[in-house]
C-alpha cells in the first residue's frame, strides 16, 4: 500500500485530474444506463428525486465521520444555493433527454458543454486557452456533428439536453470555484441537499410508488452519481476546467456500448466516425 501511495504522490496533478475524470465518466455512463432503463416505468422527476435524495443518504457517514455540522459549515451558502437551483435545472432536463433519446445521441449532445464551458472559463475563472486546445475544442465539436447528423427539424428533447449542457456547464464553473475553499463532501452535502428539496413538489405531484426492485435500482443510481461527482471535483481541484471537461468525450465509447447492449442501439457508421473525431481531439487535448 506504501508503495501504491508513493506512486501516486508522483504523479502530476494533471495526470492525477485525467484520471479522476475518466473514472467520473464511467460511474456517469452506468447512471445513464439506470436513469434510462428506470424512465420506462417512473416519471422521470421522481428518479430525478431519488437520486438527489438517496445521494444524500450515501455522503452522511463522511459528513459525520468528518465532524458533522463542522464539515458542512460554510461561508458561502449563497453560491451553493446558486450551484443547487442551477443542478436541480440540469438534473432534470438530462433526465429527461436520457428516458426519451437513444443513449448515445444524448450521449453525444452532452459534449456540447465543453464548447460553453471555454467561454466560461475563460469569462468567470480567468483561465488562459491557448489556441492548440481551441482548435482540438473545435475539431472535437465537428465531430459531433457528424455523429448527430443534424437535419432541419430538431426534436424538443434534442434542444432540452443542449440545454442541460449550458446549464451544467455554469454549474462545473460554480463547483470550480467553490472547490478552492470547499471540501467535496460539503459540495456533494449541498448539491444533494438542495436538489432534494427543490425537485420534492414536482415529485409528489407526478408521484408513482416504486417496487422493491426499483428501489434497489434508484439506490445504485446514487451511488453512480455521488461518486461520479466525487470524481469530477477531485478533478477540477487539480486542473483547469477546460482540461478537464473535454475528457468526457471518451463517455461515448461506453455509451454506444451499453445502448447496444442494454437497449439493443445500433449506432449509425457516422456516428462513429464522429466519435472517434472526438475521441482523438480528447487524447490530444490531455497531451
Same mark, same amino acid.
Given at each position: 500500500?506504501?508503495?501504491? $501511495?508513493?506512486?501516486?504522490?508522483?504523479? &502530476?496533478?494533471?495526470?492525477?485530474?485525467?484520471?479522476?475524470?475518466? *473514472?467520473?465518466?464511467?460511474?456517469?455512463?452506468?447512471?445513464?444506463?439506470?436513469?434510462?432503463?428506470?424512465?420506462?416505468? *417512473?416519471?422521470?422527476?421522481?428518479?430525478?428525486?431519488?437520486?438527489?435524495?438517496?445521494?444524500?443518504?450515501?455522503?452522511?457517514?463522511?459528513? *459525520?465521520?468528518?465532524?458533522?455540522?463542522?464539515?458542512?459549515?460554510?461561508?458561502?451558502?449563497?453560491?451553493?444555493?446558486?450551484?443547487?437551483? *442551477?443542478?436541480?435545472?440540469?438534473?432534470?432536463?438530462?433526465?429527461?433527454?436520457?428516458?426519451?433519446?437513444?443513449?448515445?445521441?444524448?450521449?453525444?449532445?452532452?459534449?456540447?458543454?465543453?464548447?460553453?464551458?471555454?467561454?466560461?472559463? !475563460?469569462?468567470?475563472?480567468?483561465?488562459?486557452?491557448?489556441?492548440?486546445?481551441?482548435?482540438?475544442?473545435?475539431?472535437?465539436?465537428?465531430?459531433?456533428?457528424?455523429?448527430?447528423?443534424?437535419?432541419?427539424?430538431?426534436?424538443?428533447?434534442?434542444?432540452?439536453?443542449?440545454?442541460?449542457?449550458?446549464?451544467?456547464?455554469?454549474?462545473?464553473?460554480?463547483?470550480?470555484?467553490?472547490?478552492?475553499?470547499?471540501? &467535496?463532501?460539503?459540495?456533494?452535502?449541498?448539491?444533494?441537499?438542495?436538489?432534494?428539496?427543490?425537485?420534492?413538489?414536482?415529485?409528489?405531484?407526478?408521484?408513482?410508488?416504486?417496487?422493491?426492485?426499483?428501489?434497489?435500482?434508484?439506490?445504485?443510481?446514487?451511488?453512480?452519481?455521488?461518486?461520479?461527482?466525487?470524481?469530477?471535483?477531485?478533478?477540477?481541484?487539480?486542473?483547469?476546467?477546460? !482540461?478537464?471537461?473535454?475528457?468526457?468525450?471518451?463517455?461515448?465509447?461506453?455509451?454506444?456500448?451499453?445502448?447496444?447492449?442494454?437497449?439493443?442501439?445500433?449506432?449509425?457508421?457516422?456516428?462513429?466516425?464522429?466519435?472517434?473525431?472526438?475521441?482523438?481531439?480528447?487524447? $490530444?487535448?490531455?497531451?
Amino acid at each position: 500500500m506504501k508503495s501504491i $501511495y508513493t506512486f501516486w504522490v508522483k504523479i &502530476p496533478n494533471v495526470t492525477k485530474a485525467i484520471f479522476w475524470a475518466l *473514472l467520473g465518466t464511467v460511474f456517469m455512463t452506468a447512471m445513464s444506463v439506470l436513469i434510462k432503463y428506470l424512465g420506462g416505468t *417512473l416519471p422521470f422527476v421522481e428518479v430525478a428525486w431519488f437520486r438527489a435524495f438517496f445521494g444524500l443518504i450515501i455522503i452522511s457517514p463522511f459528513i *459525520l465521520n468528518r465532524g458533522g455540522l463542522k464539515a458542512i459549515y460554510t461561508k458561502k451558502i449563497r453560491m451553493h444555493l446558486i450551484r443547487g437551483v *442551477l443542478a436541480v435545472l440540469a438534473m432534470l432536463s438530462g433526465f429527461y433527454a436520457v428516458t426519451v433519446l437513444p443513449l448515445t445521441l444524448v450521449t453525444t449532445l452532452g459534449f456540447s458543454r465543453p464548447l460553453f464551458m471555454i467561454p466560461l472559463a !475563460i469569462l468567470f475563472l480567468h483561465e488562459v486557452v491557448k489556441a492548440r486546445r481551441w482548435s482540438a475544442t473545435i475539431i472535437g465539436f465537428i465531430g459531433i456533428l457528424i455523429a448527430i447528423r443534424p437535419s432541419g427539424e430538431i426534436e424538443p428533447a434534442v434542444l432540452i439536453a443542449l440545454f442541460s449542457s449550458f446549464i451544467f456547464a455554469i454549474v462545473m464553473i460554480t463547483t470550480k470555484k467553490l472547490s478552492a475553499t470547499e471540501a &467535496p463532501t460539503t459540495l456533494m452535502f449541498y448539491q444533494g441537499f438542495l436538489s432534494s428539496l427543490f425537485i420534492l413538489p414536482l415529485c409528489l405531484f407526478f408521484w408513482e410508488t416504486p417496487n422493491i426492485n426499483e428501489l434497489i435500482l434508484l439506490f445504485m443510481l446514487a451511488i453512480f452519481g455521488s461518486l461520479s461527482v466525487n470524481c469530477t471535483i477531485r478533478a477540477l481541484k487539480l486542473a483547469d476546467t477546460t !482540461i478537464v471537461s473535454p475528457i468526457e468525450y471518451i463517455r461515448i465509447i461506453f455509451a454506444t456500448f451499453a445502448g447496444f447492449i442494454i437497449f439493443m442501439e445500433i449506432p449509425s457508421i457516422w456516428t462513429l466516425v464522429g466519435g472517434l473525431i472526438i475521441i482523438f481531439s480528447t487524447v $490530444y487535448i490531455a497531451y
